[in-house]
């Protein structure tokens, strides 16, 4: 029998020093990936000490991408690395906030399940905490297994107030689990100053004295810094900071995000992980650790792929939130594993939507013409999601342009919707189409609200989660490209995030004109989910999101069609051709 016979689960909890920032979720990812290639099952929880009961409501460009799970869950950033990394599929309690732990606290209390006892941070909060962790810790995976190892991530820094009931819980967390079941990695800053590039360790060992304070003892030191560790830095983090030498990593700044596990396995944390949680002593069969092996093969050809020199498409992105680029970044992960599945590599041009609009052509020609001569120089524009109208005209133009110049388009959620607007407008003779979002009493509403959807509360209200689109039974839609980029599937779940939609009423116009939607949402068939343009060399928009499902090794079919067709191979590709012929180890596409 495998080692999900029933077990206690092994805990390894990241926490951060010095800075916030610093890289916890791709080390915390990084090592589960790592565990995986051992033929472990791996979870992940996410820990936010912020007060929102979730991200939802969050602007992109205070804390990035809001990213959203299969249940609808609307989560950190953080757990979308998670899932591309461990190739797993995680819920809303993989994410503790808080404002859960304290909204679960208060309605026991409310119900009388304290029974009249003084309610408290300790034992109260850090007991809930507690709780959560070890119940979603031990929830079997999509195929049934229950975890062998919880990646834990504290989110924020080790000192700040609003951690330290988290801290505080951890601390008493080690003890419930047992010894041989809690691995501690701290994540801290080697910063590198002064003109002959001196790494300096004092910030480290003032952040490990600060959480050694506090009760928590780490195991790992994961040191991040620009450079190497310099001759006997390492010596000296482990005498000041109580762990010995091979405890103590160097994780510098490499050639992407997909070395990292091959520089903690080069440094040998495994065999530090080995002995600290007696991994050994788990039983797993030679299938998993066949599965394993394979995974770490195909994971380091990606890692040689994004560090060889290959072939550039550029892809120019039209947002709102480009002044910080972790407001898209499934979006970016979503066209990197396009590319590197096709052997090529993808330069992003950075476009923001309002540069691109007629009023800034006075306002601002610097940015108006750059912004110009990023669209005119890409082999493919992406329209992703956004709220709001500042932009939305630069992207009705972008979509204009993409469709005009036979230029492969991609739009996502808004990015659909100003492609039906910019249609409307200027094919189907309606030069006052809008959307309702904007102009809500617009003369030709092409783009409606949802009738159930909740006007009045923000938070978790909108039409969110995975939901299946079922491809329509048309000529057209049973050759379209997406069609086939998605193998040829009758229906598709994907996630979603979004309040308004097509207007259903206008369909049949646009179809006439030659924007088809081809595919509709499975339970009503009234929502247009996929929209394709005729005689277009790849013109896709998509209602929902399909960067949130994008894998390293699994891309996500609308993006692999846009950089297939931004890289001339499409229809090589849709012929059954293999666009990467000139490679020695194929990934599992």
């Known amino acids: ?71 609808g869950g609307e989560v950190d950033l953080d757990l979308g690395n998670y899932e591309r990394y461990l190739n797993v ?19 026991k209390e409310r119900r009388g ?15 809930a905490i507690q709780d959560w962790v070890e119940r979603v810790g031990s929830v079997p995976t999509e195929n049934g297994r229950v975890p062998d190892v ?82 006997g830095i390492r010596e000296k983090l482990s005498m000041f900071c109580q762990v010995s030498p091979k405890q103590v990593f160097s994780v510098h700044d490499c050639e992407s995000l997909y070395h990292v596990p091959i520089l903690l396995q080069q440094q040998g944390i495994i065999d530090v992980l080995n002995e600290r949680l007696k991994l050994k002593d788990l039983t797993i069969t030679p299938e998993r650790r066949a599965e394993g092996d394979s995974l770490w093969a195909q994971w380091r050809e ?7 020199d290959l072939d550039e498409v550029t892809i120019a992105i039209v947002g709102k939130y480009t002044y910080l680029t972790d407001s898209y970044i499934s979006v970016v992960k979503a066209l990197e594993h396009a590319a590197l599945n096709i052997n090529r590599k993808v330069k992003l041009s950075w476009v923001e939507a309002s540069d691109l609009e007629e009023g800034s052509k006075h306002k601002d020609p610097l940015k108006y013409h750059e912004a110009w001569q990023h669209m005119c120089a890409a082999d493919g524009i992406l329209v992703p999601g956004g709220f709001g109208e500042r932009g939305v005209e630069g992207k009705v133009l972008a979509a204009k342009w993409a469709r005009e110049h036979n230029i492969p388009y991609l739009g996502i959620c808004l990015g659909l919707q100003v492609a039906v607007i910019e249609f409307a407008r200027n094919v189907c003779g309606m030069p006052n189409a809008h959307s309702t979002e904007f102009r809500e009493n617009c003369d030709e509403p092409v783009v409606v609200f949802m009738p159930e959807i909740d006007r009045t509360t923000m938070g978790g209200t909108m039409r969110l989660g995975s939901r299946p689109t079922k491809f329509q039974d048309s000529e057209f839609a049973r050759q379209s490209k997406i069609k086939q980029l998605y193998a040829g599937a009758d229906e598709v779940h994907e996630r979603h995030r979004h309040r308004y939609e ?34 277009h060399p790849y013109y896709v928009a998509a209602q929902y999101h399909p960067e949130y499902l994008t894998r390293p090794l699994s891309p996500s079919p609308p993006f692999l069609g846009l950089l297939l067709a931004a890289s001339g191979q499409l229809d090589a590709y849709l012929a059954g051709q293999d666009v990467t012929h000139n490679v020695d180890t194929k990934l599992k596409m």
């Open 302 to 308: 990606f890692a040689r792929r994004r560090a060889r």
């Open 150 to 231: 919880c990646i834990v991530e504290l989110g924020g820094t080790v000192g700040d107030i609003e951690s330290a009931p988290f801290i505080e819980a951890m601390r008493q967390f080690q003890f419930r689990v047992g010894h041989d079941n809690f691995c501690l990695i701290h994540v801290s800053l080697v910063p590198v100053v002064g003109a002959v590039g001196e790494q300096k360790t004092k910030p480290t060992q003032a952040s490990v004295r600060d959480l050694r304070g506090l009760g928590l003892s780490p195991d790992i030191l994961a040191c991040r810094s620009a450079i190497p560790f310099a001759e």
């Open 1 to 71: 029998m495998g080692s999900s016979d029933a077990k206690q689960t092994k805990y390894i909890i990241v926490s951060g020093g010095v800075i916030s920032g610093i890289g916890k979720g791709i080390i915390a990812s990084s090592t589960g990936l790592l565990l995986k290639t051992l033929g472990l099952t791996v979870t992940s929880i996410k820990i936010d000490p912020y007060l929102n009961i979730d991200a939802g409501t969050l602007s992109p460009l205070d804390h990035g991408e809001v990213f959203v799970l299969d249940d």
């Open 113 to 127: 399940d304290y029974l009249g006892k003084t309610v408290q941070v300790v034992p109260h909060i850090t007991n």
């Open 502 to 535: 097509v207007n259903p009423e206008k369909a049949a116009a646009f179809e006439a004109k030659g924007l088809h939607f081809v595919g509709r949402d499975a339970e009503t068939g009234e929502r247009m989910e996929i929209l394709e343009l005729a005689n």
């Open 89 to 107: 599929t995680l819920t809303r309690d993989n994410n503790i906030t808080t404002g859960k732990i304290y909204r679960e606290v208060i309605d």
